[in-house]
Each structure stands twice: as C-alpha cells, then as structure tokens.
C-alpha cells in the first residue's frame, strides 16, 4: 500500500515534478526585481534577496542545494575545459 495521497499519485502518474522551496524563492524574487529594475538585475542579488525570504528552518537545506548546484556546474565546466584541451 502506497503512503502516496492522491494528488501525489497523480503527479507521479504524469512526471510533474513541483519546484523547491528554494526554487519557488528564487523565481518570485527575480520576478519581483525584475519589475523594480526592468533594466535588468544580477543573478546574486536575486539570489541573496531570495535567501533572505526564506525561514530560518529551511535556510539549511537550500544552502545544501546551492553548493550542490554550484558542484554540479563546476564539475561540468572543468569536464568542457578538459575536452578542450585546457583552452577555456
């Protein structure tokens, strides 16, 4: 028997995957500076604005996924800078 409600059935069933709470912080953010700064705005301080919206309970778990977000987009670039010989 599946400890799986309904809803979380379905979204199974239909590969839907729900964003983070980081995620979901990180977007409203940058939609909500984008709006105050239509000539643009940088990537970190939407990131450190996003950070301070988040509870203090779920700061941890968000640092975790940003240094493994980090990791994972280091590792990919050393893996490009190797296949090029070194020339990136």
């Known amino acids: 028997m599946s400890d799986l409600t309904a809803f979380e059935l379905l979204l199974r069933e239909n590969r839907i995957v729900l964003p983070s ?47 493994y977000g980090w990791w994972e987009a280091e590792q990919d670039r050393q893996a490009r800078t190797e296949q090029a010989g070194g020339a990136l």
Request: hydrophobic residues 55%; aromatic residues 10%; contains cysteine.
């Open 21 to 67: 709470v980081w995620q979901a912080a990180f977007e409203e953010t940058e939609a909500q500076l984008a709006e105050a700064c239509p000539w643009g705005v940088d990537v970190l301080d939407v990131a450190r604005a996003a950070w301070d919206c988040l509870p203090d309970d779920l700061k941890p778990a968000a640092l975790d996924a940003l240094f």
